[in-house]
């Protein structure tokens, strides 16, 4: 019961992770009972274990993205050290699920959403002669704390995100992130909401910039032509992409429509497509009627992963001015398709994009500097195309799958033998 109660105390944020979830885009399947049941009982145990646990992993959205970029390498890091990995979702499906990223394959049991069903299966884990837990959510965190009662040795990993820690936590919360051995964070932005606003001390934080995915790296790859809906429309288009949220609007979706007003009167072919999902729309859509372009600006969605990577191709610029990203992974596929990027000129986004030569940063809310953003890249197009190349270049040389890997792998191995 203690542990129960802990755990309603503990996570009632992560209701707030458990949308509906169609199919990721990952290669995911799910294996026969008798397998998952073999996987959860090895009475013989002899290796080490590192534990992985998710919110998530078989969904789409950032935070899942992340997660999976994580469990893959948690994963080959074990194997490489002859030790066992124990990956443990809440919410995805109770069968035993194998998926593979960039060739990485992993194994990962889901709990169904079952809170309770989660945590005890992590401190069965835990007693398996556990030697280091990645949590991939810092709601996540008190589990990782019981799972130190029976394992006081565990070294313990917490991944924060942007939004999740930009507020302060509730006291347990906070007290797990600074009990943490370590916490990891992708930006320097989110380190310093970290530290601030949760009083982590930063000998405590690393920054671990997050990666392009593998699959989308393919999908865009020389040979490939990912082909965009049919709905996408003719002309020159700017791309946003993200959910359309209520609690989400800082993301700046409604500047770009009050901003086209003034842009199509000298480019009166110009399209504004917001590719995501989200209960938001309508009034977007209110919105773009209200200022009289709403025959200029579409809403795609239910896309692929390969449309969407399509619709990154065809467009000419991609713009999300957002107040605050904790890191912005939308900005690194725009940019890894050669497209010029225009975000807001706050949170991780400055560290992503480089001001007058990969994109433009703009203060959020500001509809004429936006603006005044977008008619520089539409009158010069070879310029927005250098930058769109130089933008492609930095995503090659820093946040390429394998850089990603072989920092946490080092990270990983530094906390396991500390």
């Known amino acids: 019961m203690l542990i129960r109660h802990r755990w309603a105390a503990a996570t009632s944020a992560s209701q707030r992770l458990s949308q509906a979830r169609p199919k990721s885009s990952a290669n995911v399947q799910t294996l ?48 490489s050290r002859g030790m066992e990995c124990r990956l443990i979702s809440l919410n995805d499906s109770p069968e035993l699920h194998r998926m593979t990223l960039g060739g990485r394959e992993f194994v990962f049991t889901g709990c169904n959403r079952a809170k309770g069903r989660f945590t005890v299966t992590a401190i069965q884990a835990a007693r398996r002669k556990a030697k280091l837990v990645l949590a991939g959510h810092p709601n996540l965190g008190t589990v990782v704390q019981t799972m130190r009662l029976v394992a006081p040795k565990l070294k313990t990993i917490i991944c924060t995100h942007g939004i999740d820690v930009w507020e302060p936590l509730t006291v347990l919360r906070r007290r797990t992130l600074r009990h ?36 989308f790296e ?3 790859s020389p040979g490939s032509h ?75 969605s239910g896309l692929s992963y390969s449309e969407v990577a399509a619709c990154y191709s065809a467009c000419e610029i991609f713009a999300l001015p957002s107040r605050s990203e904790g890191f912005g992974l939308v900005y690194l596929e725009a940019m890894a398709c050669g497209k010029p990027v225009i975000g807001g000129a706050h949170g991780g986004a400055p560290e992503i994009i480089d001001d007058g030569v990969t994109g433009y940063l703009v203060p959020h809310g500001d509809g004429i500097q936006l603006a ?16 769109g190349a130089r933008g492609r ?26």
């Not at 002899?46 to 935070?63: K, N, Q, S």
């Not at 729309?281 to 209200?290: H, I, N, P, S, V």
Request: aromatic share 8%; proline share 7%.
């Open 32 to 79: 026969p009972l008798r397998q998952t049941l073999a996987f959860r009982q090895s009475p013989c145990q002899t290796r080490r274990v590192v534990i992985g646990l998710f919110p998530e992993l078989d969904a789409p959205g950032g935070v899942q993205r992340a997660g999976r970029h994580l469990a893959a390498v948690l994963t080959e890091f074990a194997s």
């Open 180 to 215: 943490a051995n370590l916490v990891l964070t992708p930006s320097r932005d989110t380190a310093d909401h970290v530290a601030t606003e949760q009083g982590v001390s930063r000998g405590r934080i690393r920054v671990l910039p997050w990666a392009l995915d593998p699959q």
């Open 218 to 220: 393919a999908l865009i």
């Open 226 to 300: 990912p082909i965009p809906p049919g709905d996408f429309p003719s002309g020159r288009v700017i791309l946003s992409v993200g959910r359309w949220v209520a609690a989400e609007r800082y993301k700046g979706m409604d500047t770009l429509i009050t901003a086209l007003p003034r842009l199509l009167t000298r480019w009166p072919e110009l399209q504004l497509v917001f590719v995501g999902t989200g209960d938001d729309r309508a009034w977007l859509e209110e919105l773009a009627d209200q200022n009289g372009v709403n025959r200029h600006v579409h809403f795609l």
């Open 372 to 387: 005044t953003s977008i008619e520089a890249l539409l009158k010069d197009p070879e310029h927005a195309k250098e930058m």
């Open 393 to 418: 270049q930095r995503v090659e040389y820093e946040f390429r799958f394998n850089v990603f890997a072989k920092t946490l792998k080092k990270i990983l191995r530094e906390q396991c033998e500390s």
